[in-house]
Structures are given as C-alpha cells and as structure tokens.
C-alpha cells in the first residue's frame, strides 16, 4: 500500500489567513481548496491541511517544520519573514549543528526550524517529550513497519558522555516517499503531541482504512471520531478515504454522508456512499 500522508494543522478560525501567509512566502505554495472548514495548500510543493476546528486544541512545539536551506541568504529570508508576530524559541545562531539555525512559533502558533544544510528539505519534526521522551527510535522503527516503501535514513544518537546516551538527537526517515524528522527531546517541557497538528492518510479501500486503523488503535493508541486516532506515542492520525471531500459535499446526499461521519469512529466508506 502507497498511501499519500500529509499533515493536517488545526486553527481556531484562522485556517485561510495561516494559509496565505505561508503561501506568500515559500515559493512554489498556492491555496488549492477553501472552504469554511477545510483549506487546503501546497506548502513548497507539499500538500497541508488547515483546518478551521475552533478553540479546542492549540498547536504546540511537539509537532514543527523542519526547513533545511542551503543558501544562508534564504534561511535569513525566511526566518525573516516568519519572524513576524512570532516568539523566538532559539535565535538564529551559529549552533554546533549548524552554521545558522533559529526555532520559532509564528503568529498562528505553529513552530519552525530553520537551518542552513547541504540541500534543501522540508518535513514535519516530531519531537518526544516528556513521558514519550526516549521513544523517538521505537516511533521510527514502528512507521516504518507501518508503511510500505519507508526507511530510516539518518539516526543519531546521543554519546556515551550524555546523561541522554543512546536517545535520539536526531532522525530523518520517510514514510511511503514523505519525509520527517524525529528527535527526543530532554529537559522540561509543558507540551506534548496533540490534535492540533495530525497527519491524513488517504486510504484508496475499506480494507486500507480499517488496516491502519487497527494498526494505530492498538497497544495503547485510542480511537476517536470522524477518522481520527491516536497511535501508542500519542500522535493523531486521520485514516480517511481518498475521496472523503466528494463523499461529503455540498450536495444533498453529501450532508447527508456528513451527518453520518459525525456519528462514526473509524470511516466506513459504504455507509458514506449509501447516505
């Protein structure tokens, strides 16, 4: 199974106005869909869901962008321009890691990571904190089973002199083609992974959706509603149809197929289609 993953980032009414702000500043970025709910953009060429979910959830630094530049001039272009209204979390800097690396939460509560490194990539950071703190590399080993045509491509570790030895400090690995990054985080921090930044995995059958539902719910993952699941790290996942916008339009029949969505945990594409 190749299934298209991409991250869903949760606002509270703010969807369209986050999308155009990053939209004007990645090249290669346009809004594609939007509507009250739903807007969704190609972020530098990578799909991302804004989703208009009101004041439930607030995004948090679990979940980042990870930006990696290799033209310095662009790493200060960006961090630049995402700077505005944001709150610094780590100056750009020259770091051991890094001849300029910065880490802010921007106007609309999402987090970025801009570095400066051989080539350019943009992925989704996950960061393990807390009482996930030391799971980064069981969640690697795990996605990775998870999904076809994945792998780990960089894993490091903390040294042997580290209080943190063996922990992860840092890890790209992608899953199905779609790039991220994993690192456990040390020390305190007031955040953890939440709804308010999920990623979509649009499923082609019944049997995709109800395979990685399964997969996720179990061990300590937890079922919630409209497709939506959290796996045993606590990082949620939507497990949708690949047509979920059309089952649920505007139509008459497409309400109908909404109200039943509400009512359901795991999506079940016949009832959707027979509304």
Request: charged content about 25%.
């Amino acid at each position: 199974m190749t299934n298209e993953i991409y991250p869903c980032l949760w606002f509270d009414g703010k969807a369209k106005e986050a999308a155009e702000f990053y939209c004007k500043i990645f090249p290669n970025s346009r809004i594609t869909v939007d509507s009250p709910l739903v807007v969704m953009f190609d972020l530098n060429g990578k799909k991302v869901m804004g989703l208009n979910g009101g004041p439930m959830y607030t995004i948090n630094p679990s979940i980042s962008m990870f930006v990696q530049c290799a033209s310095l001039d662009e790493v200060k272009r960006l961090w630049n321009e995402l700077s505005d209204g944001a709150k610094v979390m780590m100056a750009l800097d020259k770091y051991p890691w890094s001849e300029q690396y910065g880490w802010l939460q921007d106007k609309f509560g999402f987090t970025w990571q801009i570095m400066k490194a051989e080539k350019d990539k943009m992925m989704p950071s996950l960061l393990f904190t807390g009482d996930k703190f030391g799971r980064a590399e069981e969640a690697l080993n795990f996605y990775t089973n998870v999904f076809e045509h994945s792998s780990v491509d960089v894993k490091n570790h903390y040294d042997e002199a580290s209080p943190f030895a063996g922990k992860v400090v840092y890890s790209e690995f992608n899953l199905g083609g779609y790039p991220f990054v994993a690192m456990d985080g040390p020390g305190e921090h007031k955040f953890t992974f939440s709804e308010a930044v999920s990623f979509v995995v649009n499923c082609a059958n019944q049997q995709e959706i109800d395979h990685y539902w399964n997969i996720f719910t179990k061990d300590g993952g937890q079922e919630s509603m409209c497709g939506w699941c959290k796996d045993k790290f606590g990082v949620s996942w939507q497990i949708v149809p690949f047509n979920i916008g059309q089952l649920i339009n505007s139509s008459e029949k497409g309400q109908r197929a909404m109200q039943k969505m509400l009512k359901m945990k795991k999506m079940v594409i016949a009832e959707l289609e027979g509304a």
